[in-house]
């Protein structure tokens, strides 16, 4: 199991960028994946963006051109970097990691940072 932090969400107007980190601590070793959900206002938790540990990665298509996804391994560390912001990009951003123990597999969560765009 892992612990994730995130940080760096905030107020910004429409068309400014914003860029998280989530920073992972605990058994990193066994992460085989990261990424990124949110969740608007009366609306269902979503896909972001992910970024496998051998750095391929994948984007919403609501996010494709804006948003980019990058990882420092050596910092256990995933950013999620996102220029062009919209009103509708407005949602709590949640960090997860994804690997394997001897329990099984198991998908980690941080506490969530509000990203809020103003129009």
């Known amino acids: 199991q892992v612990q994730l932090v995130e940080s760096g969400g905030g107020l910004v107007q429409a068309g400014g960028s914003l860029r998280l980190s989530c920073a992972a601590s605990g058994s990193t070793h066994s992460i085989y994946a990261m990424g990124w959900h949110r969740r608007a206002p009366g609306k269902q938790r979503e896909l972001v963006a992910g970024?496998?540990?051998?750095?391929?990665?994948n984007y919403a298509d609501s996010v494709k051109g804006r948003f980019t996804i990058s990882r420092d391994n050596a910092k256990n560390t995933v950013y999620l970097e996102m220029n062009s912001l919209k009103p509708e990009d407005t949602a709590v951003y949640y960090c997860l990691a994804r690997g394997t123990a001897t329990s099984g597999s198991f998908t980690n969560w941080g506490q969530g940072t509000q990203v809020t765009v103003s129009s």
């Open positions: 970024i496998s540990m051998a750095g391929s990665t």
